[in-house]
Each structure stands twice: as C-alpha cells, then as structure tokens.
C-alpha cells in the first residue's frame, strides 16, 4: 500500500462593490486578501457547552483528529494514524471502535476517509495500490462492500442523489483528474478539475469535502481557491490571497521534492478545513516560515466580506485553534483539557466544572462557542 503523507446567503447583486475587506468579482467569487482580516482575541468567543470525549488506553489518539457529528453523537478518526473509526454519544461517553483496519474478520485493509449516513452507518473510503473501495459498517457491525472505483481516492463524500464526489488530487501518474462522480456500482460518470501536474506527485493524505448549505464546498493544498459543486458543476467561490505565502508558479515546473525545498524557502499557506453556514466562512488555515507553523483561523461574512482572524501556534494551542464545524450559528472547535486548563485556570464556567474531569490522560474536548462579530 503506498505510503501516504499527512500534510452564499446570497451574492451581492453589484459583484464588484467593495467592502471593508472582501469583494465579489464580476463572476460572483469572494475575494479576499489574508493581510486585511482583522485580528480578534478570545473576548469576542462565549463558551456555550463543553464535551469532554472519554478516553481510555483503547482510544488514545493524536492531535490530528477528523470528527464529523451526528444525531447518533461523534464519530472520530485519528487523521496521522488512519487505524479506525471511534464513536461517542452526544455527551461524549465512549462506545467503542465501529470501524478497525486490520486483517481480521470485519476489518478493514486500509483506511483514508468516512462518512457517516442519515441512519447512522459507517461510509468508508479504503484506498489501496491505484485502486479504491468504499465499505458500509452498518450499526449492527457488519461490514459489506459498495462498489470498487478505479481511480485512487484520498477523500469522498455522499451526494443526495446516491451517487459519490472523489477526490484524488494532484496525484500524478495516478490522477488525470482531481475529482470524479461515481454512482452506486462505482462506475465514474463525470470528471472534474483536470490534474496538469505533469510531475510526480506524492499522495496526499487531507480532507477535501465539506457539506454546504447549498451544496458541497471543496478544498485542497497548494491551491488558494474554494470550489463548490452544486447542480452538478464545480465553481469557485472564494479566493484568498495569501501574500507571501501564496504558492509560486515554479512550484508547478519542478518535481515535487524540489518543489518541497522552493515551499520550505518561501513559505507557503494552505487550507486545513472549510467550513460554512448561510452566513459565513470559517477556515483553518496553515502557514509554514522560516520563524516556524502556525494557524490562523479565519471567519468571513458572505454577505459584506468582513474577515476576522486569530492565531495560534503548535506549540501553543488554544481553545479555538481547530474548528470542527458550525452548530446552528455557533461554532464547534476541538481542543484538550490540559488546554482547558492551562487558558482558563478558574476562570471555567460553573456550569462546566463537574464536565471537566481529572483523568490518567490528557483527553480531547469538543467547544461551542459564539463568536461576536458581525
């Protein structure tokens, strides 16, 4: 198996009308500069619940998480070792692996992404060699494959019309195309975003989709455009400039270690999730310098194109470094007791004490939170 590397509401109706930092184009894309998002601290965040997720010997994990919330709680895949798929109840009790890679019965060879379905089963993207599968693990455990696909994934999501987006990326030799449609028998019926890396390209292990009101947002590294693919198309939505750290054109004209060293010189910015409700865009984006990585998180009003940042090192992370996703019109960010801890001492709202408890391990705490900003 090869080796895999971690790395709107509505438009405006006259697009080119500038606003205080973003602007629509005259196609309808929001474009904004990276250097003019204000900079807010966590005065303008309200804690509104906190979910400790229970951890045990059995379900230690890295802090490179993947969780996607549903009515049956949260499932949670460790995103650096892709070796299964973890489910809590909505209050964060631990009920066990519903998907394992292994050899055994039930298992999995190999694992890439999930979803899970209306009803609660597991949809799994298992990649191996230039071939994908997608398996269903159903609620009662059973594992059963879908459809085998010809094209190499590293990440999919289902559309409502029973049919999948994948997305292989710049893949190259592998990948003519970064995105393909499949229907229920796996076979490919459309073909989108042609791969003109003629290079060789490593894979690529990241998170491509992301649901949207109107329809599925799409990211991927090395590009500073966002997608949306709705009625069966793809369209750019959004582009932020990132300055300095955009990624230069000779990047595309060598091969992908030499490639690697001119990011490691210059810098480079990157999407590491994109989330969106009916009024707003929330990135989580990645930023490598010389003086080192950090995050900066970004939140954009669709409407007015006002965008507003904060910041957070790996080495110092925060309460609302790493966004999960919107819950109704507030945000769901991952974050660690010790984090908790460390950022509100007593300062915990009462409310919340008795949640966060004093266990053998460091453990992971879902955060929602209001943002005031407009």
Same mark, same amino acid.
């Given at each position: 198996?090869?080796?895999?590397?971690?790395?709107?509401?509505?438009?405006?109706?006259?697009?080119?009308?500038?606003?205080? !930092?973003?602007?629509?184009?005259?196609?309808?894309?929001?474009?904004?500069?990276?250097?003019?998002?204000?900079?807010?601290?966590?005065?303008?965040? $309200?804690?509104?619940?906190?979910?400790?997720?229970?951890?045990?010997?059995?379900?230690?994990?890295?802090?490179?998480?993947?969780?996607? $919330?549903?009515?049956?709680?949260?499932?949670?895949?460790?995103?650096?070792?892709?070796?299964?798929?973890?489910?809590?109840?909505?209050?964060? /009790?631990?009920?066990?692996?519903?998907?394992?890679?292994?050899?055994?019965?039930?298992?999995?060879?190999?694992?890439?992404?999930?979803?899970?379905?209306?009803?609660?089963?597991?949809?799994?993207?298992?990649?191996?060699?230039?071939?994908?599968?997608?398996?269903?693990?159903?609620?009662?455990?059973?594992?059963?494959?879908?459809?085998?696909?010809?094209?190499?994934?590293?990440?999919?999501?289902?559309?409502?019309?029973?049919?999948?987006?994948?997305?292989?990326?710049?893949?190259?030799?592998?990948?003519? !195309?970064?995105?393909?449609?499949?229907?229920?028998?796996?076979?490919?019926?459309?073909?989108?975003?042609?791969?003109?890396?003629?290079?060789?390209?490593?894979?690529?292990?990241?998170?491509?989709?992301?649901?949207?009101?109107?329809?599925?947002?799409?990211?991927?590294?090395?590009?500073?455009?966002?997608?949306?693919?709705?009625?069966?198309?793809?369209?750019?939505?959004? $582009?932020?400039?990132?300055?300095?750290?955009?990624?230069?054109?000779?990047?595309?004209?060598?091969?992908?270690?030499?490639?690697?060293?001119?990011?490691?010189?210059?810098?480079?910015?990157?999407?590491?999730?994109?989330?969106? !409700?009916?009024?707003?865009?929330?990135? !989580?984006?990645?930023?490598?310098?010389?003086?080192?990585?950090?995050?900066?998180?970004?939140?954009?009003?669709?409407?007015?194109?006002?965008?507003?940042?904060?910041?957070?090192?790996?080495?110092?992370?925060?309460?609302?470094?790493?966004?999960?996703?919107?819950?109704?019109?507030?945000?769901?960010?991952?974050?660690?007791?010790?984090?908790?801890? $460390?950022?509100?001492?007593?300062?915990?709202?009462?409310?919340?004490?008795? /949640?966060?408890?004093?266990?053998?391990?460091?453990?992971?705490?879902?955060?929602?939170?209001?943002?005031?900003?407009?």
């Amino acid at each position: 198996m090869m080796k895999r590397i971690c790395f709107v509401s509505v438009l405006l109706i006259v697009f080119s009308c500038n606003t205080e !930092n973003g602007f629509y184009d005259e196609s309808g894309v929001l474009q904004l500069k990276l250097d003019d998002a204000k900079l807010i601290d966590n005065s303008y965040f $309200e804690i509104i619940d906190l979910i400790p997720l229970e951890t045990n010997s059995q379900n230690l994990m890295s802090m490179e998480l993947r969780i996607r $919330e549903h009515k049956d709680g949260f499932f949670v895949m460790d995103a650096e070792k892709f070796d299964a798929v973890h489910h809590f109840d909505q209050s964060g /009790k631990y009920l066990g692996k519903m998907a394992e890679v292994g050899e055994g019965p039930n298992q999995l060879l190999g694992l890439q992404d999930f979803q899970v379905s209306e009803n609660g089963d597991l949809l799994l993207l298992s990649s191996i060699g230039d071939q994908t599968s997608i398996y269903m693990k159903s609620k009662s455990g059973e594992l059963s494959k879908i459809s085998d696909v010809d094209y190499l994934a590293n990440s999919f999501i289902k559309l409502e019309d029973g049919g999948y987006l994948l997305a292989g990326g710049y893949n190259s030799p592998f990948v003519s !195309n970064r995105v393909v449609k499949i229907d229920l028998e796996g076979i490919i019926q459309e073909s989108f975003l042609p791969n003109d890396y003629t290079n060789m390209m490593i894979p690529l292990s990241e998170r491509n989709f992301y649901e949207s009101i109107d329809g599925v947002n799409y990211t991927e590294i090395f590009n500073n455009k966002v997608y949306e693919y709705s009625n069966g198309k793809f369209s750019i939505v959004l $582009e932020i400039d990132f300055g300095k750290y955009s990624i230069p054109s000779e990047f595309w004209d060598v091969d992908i270690n030499e490639g690697f060293e001119i990011l490691m010189e210059n810098g480079f910015a990157t999407y590491k999730s994109l989330f969106s !409700n009916s009024n707003f865009y929330l990135t !989580n984006i990645h930023i490598q310098s010389k003086s080192g990585f950090y995050k900066k998180v970004v939140l954009i009003n669709k409407e007015s194109g006002r965008s507003y940042f904060w910041e957070a090192t790996t080495q110092d992370e925060d309460l609302f470094s790493d966004p999960i996703g919107f819950k109704n019109d507030e945000v769901m960010f991952l974050s660690y007791h010790s984090v908790l801890k $460390e950022k509100l001492g007593n300062q915990v709202p009462i409310a919340f004490e008795n /949640k966060l408890e004093e266990t053998e391990f460091d453990y992971p705490v879902l955060v929602q939170a209001k943002i005031n900003v407009k």
